[in-house]
């Protein structure tokens, strides 16, 4: 099945944003994933052309096959693991990743800190401590469950990563009211 990698897509608003666009000009797909697209047929270079301006008009932009698109697949990967998985995890990072897009993972991650600029596991990091803002924000779950939900091995790790990565303690920031957070798709 033809895929297309989109890049940007960081949450369901994404993914219905993306089918938006695909209804819109009336371009069949079979299904739209964070960060793809898979169609029965690929478009035809007109149709793609259309969809490449309308995705970029809402943020996205298409990637060509390659590695850009195995950065956004390993972004796309981790986001929705780290933002939208509420399974606690059963491996390391490493393995998943490199399960997932059927790659060694010295490979992805050394194309991921070529590209990006930071390490694989600083952007995990990244993504882990925005998971922890949004949970302490919600006020649904304890620290404890937090740390636990996120394979951090003790709550005092999380804290200590949450003071290093924001400059403050996670009680402090619940105390502020949640702090500002980040935009995910500058991730």
Do not use: W
């Amino acid at each position: 099945m033809p895929v297309i990698y989109v890049k940007n897509m960081v949450c369901p608003r994404c993914i219905a944003a993306v089918r938006e666009s695909l209804d819109q000009l009336l371009i069949p797909y079979s299904t739209v994933k964070l960060g793809s697209i898979s169609f029965v047929d690929l478009p035809c270079a007109e149709k793609r052309r259309e969809l490449e301006e309308s995705l970029q008009s809402r943020g996205f932009e298409l990637l060509e096959q390659g590695k850009s698109a195995l950065i956004s697949q390993v972004k796309s990967i981790l986001i929705e693991r780290i933002q939208h998985s509420e399974e606690l995890m059963s491996e390391n990072y490493s393995s998943f990743i490199s399960n997932k897009l059927n790659h060694e993972y010295t490979y992805l991650s050394k194309l991921f800190s070529q590209v990006e600029g930071i390490t694989i596991e600083k952007y995990i990091t990244k993504l882990k401590i925005e998971r922890v803002k949004e949970l302490i924000t919600y006020n649904e779950k304890s620290l404890s469950e937090i740390a636990d939900l996120l394979s951090y091995s003790s709550v005092a790790y999380l804290s200590s990563q949450f003071k290093k990565e924001t400059g403050m303690t996670p009680s402090h920031f619940k105390k502020q009211g949640g702090g500002q957070r980040k935009e995910l798709d500058k991730l």
